[in-house]
């Protein structure tokens, strides 16, 4: 086995601070108005596929949607709706090509017998944290999301969805978007650079994906590709199997785990920014447990159950030299139900090169 020189960051999402972010894009909170587009923010629901905006009611300084059961959206205050339009959405436009990050505070605040909301955001292509609090939550959750990548013009969604109903659902939800100035070139990323064919470029041109599956076991060696469902828009093998793997994760079937591949055309020092979270909005099942390999190398593993709802941040430094792989894979630990995950990855050159950011 070839080691690699490791220097790197691995921290909870809930007690990360933006130390490494430089100037402050965006504010939820201090930026809120009562005019649609106002310092790039828009407030709405998501209608299916589309994003449909609110209107102000001045009374209640609040943005509310066109019924009774509407999302609500105020300066830090949230309710999601009762039906079908049920996330409340914060939208900020992104206006040139940067890396970004993002820090905030959710927590639900309603009393009574609620279910709690679904916390997340999505940052281009990228849903780049996933959180839950429950109902009555009495502390929340103080995050800091991973680096992304994101063009100008995307929008940046903090977004709030009812656990299962929206009755009770008052929540704080904010986010201030944060300009990242160490990461220096794009590499790969594993959200905006997902395909539905195999080996194909990343970004840059540094690399290639692979999709596929260690049929038993964390074993690189045993990796094997999967093949595309056009219906799904996903990568996943016939034969009545729970696992999948799509644009931001995936879901992983007894024994067999899923793993997302990137091979190095190149060498040198790259950052890694990864985040990991369980998707599935059902408290059951055991968990999931995810494992990061450069080549066959554990370079990050982690396990998170039933109730673990906190984004998992990554920050790496690795050199890679031709050949070299970095595959994210995710097991179902005992069993594979409710195991919906998000694991993504973002590769970069830092912006000057040979800065080392922390020994382990």
Not at 62 to 71: F, M, Q, T
Not at 308 to 331: K, M, N
Request: proline share 6%; charged share 15%.
């Amino acid at each position: 086995m070839r080691r690699a020189f490791l220097i790197g960051l691995l921290s909870w999402a809930c007690a990360a601070a933006p130390g490494r972010a430089g100037e402050m894009l965006a504010d939820s909170e201090a930026d809120f108005s009562g005019v649609q587009g106002s310092n790039g923010w828009t407030y709405g629901y998501y209608s299916g596929a589309d994003f449909v905006t609110n209107d102000m009611i001045y009374s209640t300084w609040a943005w509310v949607g066109p019924d009774s059961g509407s999302p609500i959206i105020g300066p830090s205050y949230t309710h999601p709706g009762f039906y079908q339009n049920a996330s409340a959405v914060r939208r900020w436009i992104n206006t040139a090509d940067r890396f970004i990050e993002c820090t905030g505070f959710i927590q639900c605040t309603g009393v009574g017998p609620g279910d709690g909301i679904q916390g997340w955001i999505a940052a281009g292509p990228t849903r780049s944290l996933f959180t839950y609090s429950p109902v009555s939550d009495p502390s929340g959750i103080a995050y800091t999301s991973p680096v992304t990548f994101v063009q100008a013009g995307e929008p940046i969604d903090l977004v709030c969805h009812p656990y299962q109903n929206g009755g009770y659902d008052s929540s704080t939800l904010t986010m201030k978007v944060f300009r990242n100035k160490e990461r220096g070139e794009l590499v790969a990323s594993s959200s905006r650079d997902f395909a539905g064919t195999q080996a194909h470029d990343d970004a840059s041109g540094s690399g290639t994906w692979q999709y596929g599956e260690y049929p038993s076991g964390f074993s690189p060696s045993s990796f094997t590709t999967s093949g595309w469902s056009y219906v799904s828009y996903a990568w996943q093998n016939p034969g009545g199997s729970y696992l999948f793997i799509d644009r931001n994760g995936g879901h992983p079937d007894t024994v067999r785990i899923p793993v997302r591949r990137w091979t190095s055309r190149t060498g040198g020092t790259v950052l890694l920014d990864a985040g990991l979270y369980r998707s599935n909005s059902a408290r059951q099942g055991d968990g999931i447990e995810a494992v990061l390999f450069h080549n066959d190398e554990i370079i990050f593993s982690e396990t998170m159950d039933q109730n673990d709802y906190v984004t998992r941040v990554l920050f790496l430094q690795r050199t890679v030299e031709p050949g070299d792989t970095i595959d994210l894979a995710v097991s179902d630990r005992s069993n594979n139900g409710w195991d919906s995950f998000g694991f993504f990855l973002m590769l970069t050159r830092p912006v000057r090169p040979g800065t080392v950011f922390l020994q382990k």
